[in-house]
């Protein structure tokens, strides 16, 4: 009930596009260039608004009720072969991994990772953590990290983000002992 709750708040501040309203925007499109633009709007709109409920994975047969996909007010709603022709455009810009090989369940990544070990970087390096270790739930629930965009964000793209880091050697990912990593550091370099 209060996930909800909390939902129905955070929709109440969304900015809706103009094209949801439009009823052909809820059809795919025939023509191509109209349909390789209705394709970039309902992209846009998707990572919007998993950026705006802060959501990272979707079940792909749950969100065809969501409001995201089914507009109540003008009687529309896509199919789930529409939803998933969506979700491997975005999966071909970087911004959708499948969890599985049917499809149905996916991460949405509305920032890279590659973004987000900047902003995590950025944090570590104002909080003067050059050089120590502290674990990915310090990152992503711990006291210091309340007021940044990454709070409460799922572990495993934290881990993402830290790996991408490590890639461009500003940080060494340190994996943890316990079965699901939940136990994982990172060591930062400044």
Known sequence: MAVEQSLSRALASFQWPWQYEFPPFFTLQTNLD???????????????????????????????SSPLFNNSKAN???????IRLILDTLEKRGNVEWQDTSKSRCLIMWRSPQEWGQLIY???CDQGLGSSVCT?????????????????MEPWMVKKAIVALAREGKAEYIPGTAPDDSDAGVKFFT
């Open 122 to 124: 950025q944090w570590a």
């Open 76 to 82: 529309r709603k896509l199919s789930v072969d529409f």
């Open 136 to 152: 990915l739930y310090e990152i992503h629930s711990g006291e210091y990290a309340t007021e940044q965009e990454f709070y409460n």
């Open 34 to 64: 109209t349909r390789n633009k209705q394709m970039d709007a309902w992209c846009d709109l998707t990572l919007a608004y998993y950026r705006h409920i802060k959501a990272f994975t979707m079940d792909v047969n749950e969100a065809q």
